[in-house]
């Protein structure tokens, strides 16, 4: 069974910059990697995600401060958030889409709050 564990979640001021960190285990095929957030209320919604070969694709709203990367070796996917702004606050999901037959996978969730 795929698991998914999020971590680096937390409170932070306007302007100020998280990390938060996906490690995968027992993912044996190829798969690409992502991060959506929710907001109260909302639909889960794409923040950016990053395929096998490395192309990453981001929502408008984060493009320019919000970085994905992972790590291929290690099955950890990043996002790296500067810049932060009050409407960044939402619980993050880390997800994982198998390509061969687009099977999705998602972590727990980890709460981001940006005061302002």
């Known amino acids: 069974q795929v698991q998914l564990v999020e971590s680096g979640g937390g409170l932070v001021q306007t302007g100020g910059s998280l990390r938060l960190s996906c490690a995968a285990s027992?993912?044996?095929?190829?798969?690409?990697m992502g991060w959506y957030r929710q907001h109260p209320g909302k639909q889960r919604e794409l923040v950016a995600t990053i395929r096998s070969d490395g192309t990453t694709n981001y929502a408008d709203s984060v493009k320019g401060r919000f970085t994905i990367s992972r790590d291929n070796a290690k099955n950890t996917v990043y996002l790296q958030m500067n810049s932060l702004k009050p409407e960044d606050t939402a619980v993050y999901y880390c997800h994982v889409r198998r390509i061969i037959d687009l099977s999705d996978y998602w972590g727990q969730g980890t709460q981001v709050t940006v005061s302002s």
């Open positions: 027992r993912v044996t095929f190829s798969h690409n």
